[in-house]
C-alpha cells in the first residue's frame, strides 16, 4: 500500500516570511495529491491539491509542486500570517480506483512567529 | 451543496460503556464514507470505510464496529470502550475524483 512520509513534524517561521513542508509517497501509481489544514481543536480542511498532470498549481499565497519522477511534493506558503499557524497534512491517493481513501502524512505544526 | 454532520461533538464515557457515533451527508448520493481516528499528536488513523449499504473495510483491528445502515449514514460503535479508545473522531466523505471532505468531529474521552 502507499506510505506517505511528511517533513519536518515541527517548523516555525517568523511572521511574513515563507514556510516550505515537503512529503514524499511510495507508489507510483498515486494521482491525486491534496493538503488539509487543520485548526487546534477543529477538522482538517482542504487547502489545495494536485493531480499528477500538472507540476505546479497556486492559490494566492499558497502553492504545491508535484515531482512524479521523484516521487515527492511540496506545499508553500508566502508572506506568512498568523492565521496559518495550524497543523498541515499531505496525503495521495489513486483517485477513480481505490476507495480506500486517502494516506495521510502525519503532520506538520507551523508555527507562525510574530 | 453538499454536507456532513457528526455527532456528538463532545461525549464522556467510562471504561466499558458503550459508544454509538453518527454521521450523515447531505446533498450526495452513494458517497464512499470514513472514519478516522485522531489521537493524541496529530496522525489521522483510518478506521473503516464504505462503498456502499451494508459494505464495511476495517482498516485496523479493534473493539470498534462500523454500519452503513443507510445510504448516506455510517455510524460507529463500540460494546466495550477501552482508555485507548479515546481521540478525536472524524467522519469523512468523499467523490469519485478523490476529495475529501470531513465532519467536524467527535471528541471522545474515555475514563
Known amino acids: 500500500g502507499e506510505n506517505v512520509e511528511q517533513h519536518p513534524s515541527t517548523l516555525s517561521v517568523q511572521e511574513g516570511d515563507s514556510a516550505v513542508i515537503k512529503c514524499t509517497y511510495s507508489?507510483?501509481?498515486?494521482?491525486?495529491f491534496p493538503w488539509y489544514k487543520q485548526e487546534l481543536g477543529k477538522r482538517p480542511q482542504l487547502i489545495i491539491d494536485?493531480?499528477?498532470?500538472?507540476g505546479e498549481k497556486k492559490d494566492q499565497r499558497i502553492a504545491v509542486t508535484l515531482n512524479k519522477t521523484a516521487k515527492h511534493f511540496s506545499l508553500h506558503i508566502t508572506e506568512t500570517q498568523p492565521e496559518d499557524s495550524a497543523v498541515y497534512f499531505c496525503?495521495?491517493?489513486?483517485?477513480?480506483?481505490?476507495?480506500?481513501?486517502?494516506?495521510f502524512g502525519k503532520g506538520t505544526h507551523l508555527i507562525i512567529q510574530p | 451543496s453538499q454536507t456532513i454532520h457528526q455527532w456528538p461533538a463532545t461525549l464522556v464515557q467510562p471504561v466499558g460503556s458503550p459508544l454509538s457515533l453518527e454521521c450523515t451527508v447531505e446533498g450526495t448520493s452513494n458517497p464512499n464514507l470514513y472514519w478516522y481516528r485522531q489521537a493524541a499528536g496529530r496522525g489521522l488513523q483510518l478506521l473503516f470505510y464504505?462503498?456502499?449499504?451494508?459494505?464495511i473495510s476495517s482498516e485496523v483491528p479493534q473493539n470498534l464496529s462500523a454500519s452503513r445502515p443507510q445510504d448516506r449514514q455510517f455510524i460507529l460503535s463500540s460494546k466495550k470502550l477501552l482508555l485507548s479508545d479515546s481521540g478525536f473522531y472524524l467522519c469523512a466523505w468523499s467523490i469519485y475524483t478523490g476529495e475529501l471532505f470531513f465532519g467536524e468531529g467527535s471528541r471522545l474521552t474515555v475514563l
Open positions: 464504505s462503498v456502499g449499504i451494508g459494505q
Open positions: 507508489d507510483s501509481a498515486s494521482n491525486y
Open positions: 494536485i493531480r499528477s498532470n500538472v
Open positions: 496525503a495521495a491517493s489513486y483517485s477513480g480506483g481505490g476507495a480506500d481513501g486517502l494516506t
